[in-house]
């Protein structure tokens, strides 16, 4: 089925069986539900009760109980809003992208990769909803057929596009991981020991039977699939930055907000891909199937994006400076020494700076530190859209107009509250569905075949050495 | 055609056969059987199961469905008998007098289906020329004020008039000695009702008591001219005027008839290449300070002796008598020297005024009037002004009195001096020894809640009145409700405790017909209908102070020597807040001081320097105290512009009575006046100021100073002006759009906006408030940055660095990188080498712009807002789903968001909280949603009413017709509105001047209003010199502009 170059490193360590790698991943599914899967539930479900409280305050009270005021428009709120979509970025890419460009390391990370895009997409378009100061006429910018008389949407304004490029964006996305998953599914229906579960899984596996035919289907339909989300990738996150690139507004009004909102995305999304696999891989006892060399290669990723993104902050500034437009020059420069100079900072450090570190082979190899890494860059990542945001808007073009922006308790509660939401969502995830593309990654096991040469044995033999690469 | 052919359903109908017309009645055709279902037979139903059940599923969705909607209970009521004249939905005009202070300018007040709703000015009043204030325009809120009397109290108690008349008569009877204690008062026929009062009780004696005093100027000009007056001033007569803490634009006597003065001679729009030169000497930059050309900030105490060496050095060159002065003191740049020469070339034709309530200043202000021979020209003793006859040694004895039992009854005509007296423990326990004391002032304050009656006072607009506000001009205040409770008129309670039971109508207009009309009803007719009668003005004559003031030498220089280094105290009054009357009005209270931008609070103003000493800075809590008191707990700001060593307070804030909105809104500063044996006094020269170690943030409307150097201000010199008409204004613009023009047929509005003109008063805010039915939002609100007002006056500083240099940006890295060669920068660093007293000022009212291409309106996914054809940029506020791009969007942040509801919310417990504050609201304009977006829309209601009439009158729509909210009663005229397509308006005209430019020209927004540069009577180049022109003219222009001032100052 494939290839095994005699040079590469092998992907999966350990060497699994067919049987082994279904045992292994089903095992969090199949057992009682562990401590620490309770306990990280649990004090998900809390930190979402926040998010429903706060959230449901907003809604009932006005978008007064935030910071927000008649300068500053959008904060917290919008911040949130593209750094959720930002992180959902990983999980295209990977499945889509990669998977087009046959990067085979790609099929242990990208079930959780594309799940973790779905639930970024999620909180971010909680945002979309709860910024709004009418969040129950929420539809009236999807171009509906209506009977309020020749009422229609404004497409010049970005924030259709935007409602266009997210909702293509998560039922594309939310089309491909269901379709990744219905082997899978079918697995574990076949294994089901209760009726209740053998309904369920029966009923999402689609009747799922294993033939050559449905195996032929899945497998154009995903490259089908892939094809529609390549263009995703680059398209969701430059709309995105449509909503700032087609304003006025000094500091948004630049061309080079589409790849370098890309780029940004692209960083922010392996951070968090990597905040949750070192972790998860330990947890769920996967660190045959995402290796060392899985983490090496994020790294790599995330340096090299880290590195876009820092090219474009100074690239921002040569432009300022070229443009000869007062304005935008006082905008950048008061960006990093207004009295907002402490949010520039801290996304240069964590965005430009930090990742710098991936260059030595130890930072990329040790996974405390790549999840202290993926943390600063989650942190780098949601300041970059704070400071984009607010010191932009704060001081514009009418000085009588600068004002300054502080958040509120409830603005915070929402931001702490929306990770409860994802990591609610991650947890049900991993105790019900598969965090690992079982049906893919057996294609990627060394196989026993002689012919070959490298053979199971020999690769059982590096892993116990600790030794995850080859040649 | 019409169809004649007749079509008939069949023969039955053709036949009209009967049994055919029975069934045509019948709207079904079979009738419902509902009684044949449900009727039953031998214990079971008729029906069957099929004709049950439909029945039975009709019955439970016809229900299920009525129950779905709820209907809201609505109360409409119609009118059963429609009132003449009032047509539901056409406004009525009723000309009137406002009656929110003294100087009683002619209004017109709008009613809509019978409450008045919006007052603006009377433009046919020779006087007020139109003009109103914004303590004026928010008078009306007083009308719907809830917390007002709600009929008259008899020692707490709610009473019927009759009961009280007979309480009060047999209490009156019996007082010994009993004293009216009013405001000034110069409506001839109130005068003519309590000296019928005073006729039928002889011990009663009527004592004229102002909070805020001018006895000082009456007493002089009774010692000097033997006239106790306050003169008619002629401002526009002047071409020279200088002031010594006079805020004659903001506060001082009657300010919108001054403004309408003082802005003729300095308006350029005609042609005109002259303008007056105004001077101010003040101690706290004020309205009038910041719209003078030269400001000196000089102490209170320097003020008398800054008058003698002003008069000598004028006396020298008149060759006239100087005063036995030790030394004469000189300003920098020898401004004394300075302002002598400019009054002696323009004598006669200058002014000098004074706002201190010091005798000894008032007379030194005589003597230099006397001497450049203006009185008879700008000063006219002949035709007065009636405000401000304050008689403050009478009001202290009166306490006295009050103390010892000599007056044993009091009645308090609409004054709250237990508010606003400096020993107000003193008179509270002398008023509750007091065996009667009444009380007609509308609300529970300070002073009527201490009297034993009650006999509420109608607010103005229930009540008849007059008013003379100067000689020869009467108005007539006529009422435009019925009493909303049960108060009446103060003048018909004394006519009826004196024993006259006319109506005051009746005596008003006896009065009137006898005194003024000949007996004329056609007269009285037309007063009526023009809100104002004058007679012709007296020959004003030429006085001359017969004796040099020379006892006011010695205690002027005395006070200046021992109070040099000493912080001295000021207290003054705020545009809008004024004495304190109007603390219960939530418009005044958000209405932005014009000079601070700050809401809701008085503070303790500090001058930079002042401050750095005494190491302060904005937000501190310090406390202020004098000989036999202190101010507790006042914020600081850090104000520029003031004199140092000068700490000022705004009076009328602190009310600890008064209504919810006035009750705990800044400190009472009134117990620092003091009275100096003649006089009341407003400044105290020796206060020490503590740090109590607080903080507390002052809500500020703006809250960044400068213009850092931008061109949305453009200014030039007059010399500039009138060798190049477009200096200052030379920024050409390199556009390019990317969308195509709009069309432009039909109509396009716009609107102009002179900044020579403009004063700052904050008139146009309070009038939009009203007209747009704008939401108070509170302190809290404000400090968050989230004010309504669709309409805002920026202020902005522009100072000057040690070596004479302009800055206009802070040091920072922002303001180094992009500061031009040669221009300076605002050091806030404490040796700063900002010289932060000598500041210039700019104000600049801003609200949408209605910009051509505008911004907010492609980035709305909704299509909220939209552009019209007229070039107006629509909101429609049902549409909107709250996103707030449209405002990020927006270059001149003058949208405005819902963030909460404002109305019926108590978090916002203002007038739109309840039933009655709400009838103010402007039935035209929609009250808006929590989360929708809001903006001024150009008063479309107004422009569509101005349409609607040319089209009943079958015309096109006339230059003027529309007039903006804003602009209707704007005290400077500086407002102008109109239809650009018309190139005959006067618009189209001002469009096409040379002053005129757009904000932020550059980005092709094309904004619908255009602004006039300010041009500053001054000699100090402000545009610099012009030369290039070209495709970076703009970058030439302001090196040009940087060169050109290092060669002047160099």
């Known amino acids: 089925m494939s290839y095994e170059s005699p040079i590469r490193e092998t992907l999966v360590t350990g060497g699994k069986t067919y049987a082994d790698v279904t045992n292994d991943i089903l095992r969090p599914l199949e057992q009682k539900a562990t401590k620490s899967w309770w306990i990280g539930f649990t004090l998900s479900a809390l930190v979402l009760a926040l998010w429903i409280g706060a959230t449901t305050y907003t809604v009932l009270v006005g978008l007064g109980a935030w910071g927000i005021n008649k300068t500053v428009g959008w904060a917290f709120d919008i911040t949130n809003f593209v750094f959720w979509v930002g992180i959902g970025h990983a999980g295209t890419l990977i499945s889509a992208v990669l998977l087009l460009f046959r990067q085979k390391w790609r099929m242990s990370i990208n079930r959780s990769a594309e799940a973790m895009t779905i639930f970024a997409v999620i909180c971010a378009a909680s945002f979309i909803l709860s910024h709004m100061g009418r969040p129950w006429m929420a539809y009236w910018p999807v171009p509906l057929p209506n009977a309020f008389g020749s009422l229609w949407v404004n497409f010049n304004s970005p924030l259709v596009w935007d409602v266009f490029a997210i909702s293509t964006y998560f039922s594309v996305s939310l089309v491909f991981w269901y379709i990744g998953l219905i082997p899978d599914i079918a697995s574990i229906r076949d294994r089901a020991t209760t009726k209740v579960r053998k309904f369920v899984y029966n009923f999402f596996s689609m009747g799922w039977n294993g033939s050559t035919r449905t195996w032929h289907r899945y497998e154009m339909i995903s490259l089908i699939l892939a094809g529609i989300s390549t263009p995703l990738v680059l398209s969701v996150h430059s709309i995105v930055s449509m909503d700032f690139a087609t304003s006025l507004v000094p500091g948004w009004h630049t061309t080079i907000f589409p790849p370098y909102f890309v780029a940004g995305a692209i960083f922010s999304g392996f951070g968090m891909v990597l905040t949750l696999l070192v972790v998860g891989r330990v947890v769920l006892k996967q660190e045959n199937y995402i290796t060392m060399g899985h983490l090496d290669a994020m790294c790599r990723i995330v340096m090299l994006t880290g590195s876009m993104v820092g090219l474009a902050y100074i690239t921002e500034f040569f432009v300022a400076a070229y443009s000869g437009v007062e304005y935008e020059q006082y905008a950048f420069i008061n960006r990093a020494f207004g009295p907002y100079w402490w949010s520039y900072w801290t996304m240069m450090t964590c965005n430009l700076i930090a990742p710098q570190v991936f260059w030595i082979k130890w930072a990329r190899s040790t996974p405390w530190f790549i999840f202290l890494m993926s943390i600063v860059v989650n942190i780098g990542m949601w300041f970059e859209r704070f400071v984009i945001i607010v010191t932009s808007l704060h001081r514009d073009f009418i000085p009588s107009s600068w004002s300054m922006y502080t958040p509120t308790i409830v603005e915070v509660s929402i931001l702490i509250g929306s990770f409860g939401l994802f990591f609610t969502l991650y947890f049900l995830f991993c105790r019900y569905l598969p965090t690992i593309n079982m049906a893919e990654i057996k294609s990627i096991i060394p196989t026993h075949h002689a012919d070959h040469g490298h053979g199971q044995a020999a690769h059982g033999e590096h892993a116990k050495k600790g030794d995850a690469v080859h040649g | ?1050």
């Not at chain 2, 102002?210 to 071409?239: H, L, R, T, W």
């Not at chain 2, 000068?646 to 009575?657: D, E, K, Q, W």
């Open chain 2, 1 to 1050: 055609m019409e169809n004649k052919n007749k079509y008939w359903k069949g023969l039955e109908e053709l036949n009209n056969d009967p049994k055919f017309l029975e069934q045509k009645r019948n709207e079904f055709a079979e009738g419902i059987p509902l009684e044949e279902v449900l009727t039953e037979q031998d214990g079971e139903l008729t029906s069957n199961r099929r004709d049950f059940l439909k029945y039975f599923g009709f019955s439970i969705s016809a229900v299920a469905l009525a129950a779905c909607n709820k209907t809201p209970v609505k109360n409409a009521i119609p009118y059963i008998v429609k009132p003449e004249n009032v047509t539901p939905g056409i406004p009525n005009w009723y000309a009137s007098t406002c009656g929110a202070c003294a100087a009683a300018c002619s209004i017109l007040v709008k009613t809509r289906e019978g409450r008045p709703i919006k007052i603006e000015g009377n433009d046919q009043s020779p006087l007020f020329q139109g003009g109103v204030c914004a303590t004026g325009h928010a008078s009306i809120l007083g009308l719907y004020d809830n917390e007002r009397f709600q009929g008259p109290k008899a020692n707490g108690n709610d009473v019927d008039w009759n009961t009280l008349d007979a309480k009060i008569t047999a209490a009156l009877g019996s007082a010994k000695n009993i004293r009216i204690i009013s405001g000034t008062i110069n409506s001839p026929t109130t005068k003519k009702a309590i000296a019928e009062f005073t006729a039928k009780y002889p011990s009663a004696k009527h004592i004229t008591y102002e909070a805020v005093s001018n006895a000082a100027m009456i007493q002089a000009n009774a010692k000097a001219f033997g006239k106790a007056v306050v003169p008619g001033y002629n401002f526009d007569k002047a071409n020279v005027i200088v002031s010594f803490g006079a805020d004659f634009l903001g506060t001082w006597i009657s300010p919108v008839e001054y403004t309408k003065q003082w802005v003729k001679n300095r308006r350029l729009t005609e042609g005109k290449t002259s303008m007056s030169r105004h001077i101010q000497f003040e101690s706290t930059l004020s309205l009038t300070g910041s719209n003078a050309d030269v400001r000196i900030p000089i102490k209170p105490n320097a003020e008398g002796v800054a008058l003698i060496s002003l008069y000598n050095k004028i006396a020298s060159m008149a060759g006239a008598p100087a005063l036995p002065a030790p030394q004469n003191i000189e300003f920098a740049a020898n401004m004394i020297e300075n302002t002598a020469k400019e009054l002696w070339n323009a004598k006669a034709n200058s002014i000098v005024v004074s706002g201190s309530n010091n005798l000894d200043n008032q007379l030194l202000v005589n003597a230099i009037n006397s001497l450049l021979g203006n009185i008879g020209n700008t000063i006219d003793l002949d035709n007065i002004s009636n405000q401000k006859y304050s008689e403050d040694g009478a009001f202290e004895s009166f306490v006295n009195d009050l103390s010892n039992g000599a007056v044993d009854a009091v009645i308090f005509y609409n004054s709250n001096p237990v508010y606003s007296y400096y020993n107000s423990k003193k008179l509270e326990d002398a008023l509750k020894k007091a065996s009667v004391s009444i009380s007609t002032n509308e609300s529970p304050d300070e002073t009527s809640s201490l009297c034993k009656f009650n006999a509420p006072d109608n607010h103005y607009l229930e009540s008849w009145n007059d008013a003379e506000p100067r000689s020869g001009y009467y108005g007539l205040t006529q009422p435009t409700i019925s009493p909303v409770f049960k108060t009446r008129q103060a003048q018909e309670s004394f006519l009826k405790w004196s024993g006259n039971d006319t109506d005051y109508y009746t005596y008003l207009k006896n009065n009137w017909q006898s005194a003024l009309l000949g007996g004329s009803d056609q007269a009285w007719n037309k007063a009526l209908h023009d809100g104002f009668h004058t007679v012709a003005a007296k020959a004003s004559q030429s006085y001359k102070m017969a004796s040099l003031p020379a006892e006011a030498v010695n205690p002027a220089y005395q006070a200046y020597t021992a109070t040099k280094d000493k912080i001295e105290l000021k207290l003054y009054t705020k545009v809008g807040m004024g004495d304190g009357t109007h603390a219960n009005n939530p418009w005044l209270q958000e209405l932005p001081d014009p000079i601070s931008k700050a809401t809701w609070d008085n503070y303790a103003a500090i001058g930079k320097a002042t401050a750095d000493k005494l190491n302060l800075k904005d937000g501190d809590v310090v406390k202020i105290s004098f000989k036999g008191g202190s101010i507790e707990n006042l914020p600081v700001l850090i104000q520029p512009g003031q004199a140092s060593g000068v700490v000022a307070v705004a009076l009328g804030y602190g009310r600890n009575s008064g209504g919810k909105v006035a009750k705990y809104v800044g400190k009472n500063a009134y117990p620092a006046t003091s009275f100096n044996g003649s006089t009341f006094r407003y400044a105290n020269a020796d206060v020490t100021i503590e740090k109590t170690g607080d903080d507390y943030k002052i809500a500020h409307t703006q809250t960044h100073h400068t213009i850092e150097g931008r061109n949305l201000i453009r200014e030039a010199s007059l010399k500039e002006y009138i060798k190049d008409p477009k200096a200052g204004n030379h920024f050409d613009a390199h556009i390019i759009s990317l969308w195509s023009e709009r069309d432009s047929k039909g109509h396009k509005w716009g609107m102009a906006i002179d900044m020579n003109a403009c004063t700052g008063c904050g008139a146009c805010v309070v009038s939009c408030n009203a007209e747009n039915n704008v939401p108070v939002v509170g302190r809290k609100e404000i400090l968050r940055g989230r004010e309504m007002h669709w309409i805002r006056i920026d202020r902005y500083y522009r100072f000057k660095d040690k070596d004479g240099r302009s800055a206009t940006r802070e040091k920072n890295f922002a303001g180094s990188a992009l500061s031009k060669p040669n221009e300076a920068l605002i050091d806030n660093s404490v040796d700063s080498t900002t010289d932060f007293e000598n500041v210039a000022v700019q104000f600049q009212p801003v609200m949408c712009q209605q910009c051509g291409h505008a911004p907010c309106e492609t980035v709305c996914p909704v299509l909220a807002t939209v552009h019209s054809s007229e070039g107006l940029n629509h909101m429609a506020y049902n549409r909107c789903v709250g996103t707030r791009y449209c405002a990020n969007n927006c270059p001149f942040k003058v949208r405005r968001f819902n963030w909460f509801k404002y109305r019926a919310n108590d978090d916002f417990d203002f007038y739109m909280n309840n039933d009655l504050g709400r009838m103010v609201i402007n039935p035209d304009v929609t009250v808006r949603s929590r989360g929708v977006m809001e903006k001024c829309s150009f008063c479309i209601q107004r422009i569509q009413a101005g349409k609607l009439m040319a089209k009943l009158e079958n015309r096109v729509v006339k230059d003027g017709d529309i007039k903006m909210a804003c602009q209707q009663s704007c005290p400077s005229n500086a407002i102008v509105f109109g239809d650009m397509n018309d190139p005959n308006s006067e618009i189209s005209k001002l469009f096409k001047n040379e002053r005129s430019y757009t904000m932020l020209e550059e980005y092709n927004v094309q904004a619908s209003v255009k602004y006039l540069t300010k041009i500053r009577n001054v000699d100090d180049a402000i545009a610099g010199e012009y030369k290039s022109k070209g495709h970076d003219g703009e970058h030439k222009e302001h090196n040009e502009k940087a060169h050109q001032k290092a060669e002047h100052h160099s």
